[in-house]
């Protein structure tokens, strides 16, 4: 089993920036494809961004392409999301989560991941 936390959430003003960070516990971080989500105030959680086990495959939603990177250090069982350009809209509580059963690729679907962090709050302000 592993246990995610999350960090690097909080307030800007649209048009600024926040990394996020997702630290896993455990020995076997190589194993997990990660990927982040969020759920905005009153919807349904959907699927940001994800990264293989490897780091090599990234898959991007839609509104987020060019703004969002996500990244990974395996040496420090950690998942990145770096955040530009950010939008009122992307006010939401941000999730990352980790799929042990991953062939190696990337992973979009968010019943397929086996483990989430607890999130952090990003609330960009207009």
Request: net charge neutral; charged share 20%; proline share 2%.
């Amino acid at each position: 089993q592993v246990q995610l936390v999350e960090s690097g959430g909080g307030l800007v003003q649209a048009g600024g920036s926040l990394r996020l960070s997702c630290a896993a516990s455990g020995r076997t971080f190589t194993s997990y494809a990660m990927g982040w989500f969020r759920q905005a105030p009153g919807k349904e959680r959907e699927f940001v961004a994800a990264i293989s086990r490897s780091g090599i495959g990234t898959y991007y939603e839609d509104s987020v392409k060019g703004r969002f990177t996500i990244s990974r250090d395996n040496a420090k069982n950690t998942v990145y999301l770096q955040m530009n350009s950010l939008k009122p809209e992307d006010t939401a509580v941000y999730y990352c989560a980790a799929d042990r059963r991953s062939d190696g690729g990337v992973v979009t679907t968010e019943d397929l991941y086996d483990y989430w962090g607890q999130g952090t709050q990003v609330t960009v302000s207009s």
